[in-house]
């Protein structure tokens, strides 16, 4: 057998892989894998997150638990936008992440998506998003809805993350919408207490995401990031992300000021407060653990919002 019959053979050996049909089995395998990869691109984590900030929004303005009718589609709804607007902000940030090994299984997940299903998933996720809110809810919920997909992919991942180390700051806005979004699900309206709530959650934003950057600033220094440690150092960093944290106080409390919650509120607020700043103070300031104070912050905004959510539903039974 001559190198004339061996190419034909390895020809024929490769025709033949490339024409077999896969198996049942290979084909639930890879659809498993791209459905959890998609689910991986459109952050879960956060999603989860601003729907509490959603339900927390509603039962505010309900004064209590929000019908099944207006809470479903408005949690639908809120879902939805935020994870088609992280999908847009993968495929935006796709070359500055590839750059952040933290973020390489999420890089990995992207890469198997694809960028043309990725756009498709985040624009479906987009739609579908308004439609309900616009449908279903009302015209100022849908406009909310769309501020939050337009802050956080135009306005924040183009323009603010990219240009300035205060970018953070304004860039907590989209975070914070849902808290709106869920409120003018119900009311139809933005009433005060929606308003506190969502500047409490413009305030937490900063020091959550700066404890982050603190501790993967070499990274955003590689992916070319101008966060805040990088571009004006760690001390005014951490001093920056301290005072934040102590005007977290005064802004929970307000709640209990104006009387849309109760002073069992006000301690459980007092006590998630000292908490926080505690590990900020631990963690950030005498020691460089910033993991903790990130894990911590956390925490604390999801006891903020589940404790609006007890104080003000069980209130008014």
């Not at 639930?28 to 927390?56: F, N, Q, W």
């Not at 992440?97 to 933290?102: K, L, Y």
């Not at 700051?169 to 119900?186: C, E, F, K, R």
């Amino acid at each position: 057998m001559g190198p004339g019959d061996l190419a034909r053979g390895n020809g024929a050996i490769k025709t033949a892989a490339l024409s077999r049909k896969p198996r049942e089995g290979e084909e639930g395998s890879r659809t498993a894998d791209l459905a959890g990869s998609a689910l991986l691109v459109s952050k879960p984590g956060i999603a989860s997150g601003v729907a509490l900030a959603g339900l927390a929004g509603m039962v505010l303005a309900a004064n209590g638990m929000p019908r099944a009718a207006v809470a479903v589609p408005c949690l639908a709804s809120v879902i939805a936008a935020a994870s088609g607007s992280a999908v847009v902000n993968g495929i935006l940030d796709a070359s500055m992440d590839a750059r952040m090994p933290r973020l390489s299984g999420r890089v990995e997940a992207m890469r198997r998506v694809g960028s043309e299903g990725a756009l498709a998933l985040s624009l479906g996720l987009i739609l579908v998003s308004l439609f309900v809110s616009y449908r279903y809810l009302h015209g100022l919920t849908a406009a909310l809805v769309l501020a939050a997909v337009l802050s956080y992919t135009v306005l924040y991942t183009l323009f603010l993350k990219r240009r300035s180390p205060y970018g953070t700051i304004p860039g907590g806005i989209p975070g914070a919408l849902p808290v709106l979004i869920g409120y003018s699900a119900v009311a139809g309206r933005i009433g005060m207490d929606g308003v506190i709530l969502f500047l409490v959650m413009l305030l937490w934003q900063p020091p959550h995401f700066w404890a982050l950057a603190l501790e993967h600033r070499e990274e955003y220094r590689d992916a070319g990031i101008p966060v805040l440690p990088v571009v004006l150092g760690e001390p005014y960093t951490k001093i920056l992300l301290f005072l934040y944290a102590v005007s977290l106080l005064p802004a929970t409390l307000a709640l209990w000021a104006f009387g849309y919650c109760s002073g069992a509120f006000a301690w459980v607020a007092f006590a998630l407060w000292g908490c926080f700043l505690f590990s900020c103070y631990r963690n950030v300031v005498v020691r460089s653990r910033y993991r903790r104070a990130f894990g911590a912050s956390i925490v604390y905004m999801m006891g903020i919002l589940l404790a609006v959510i007890v104080d003000v539903s069980t209130r008014t039974v």
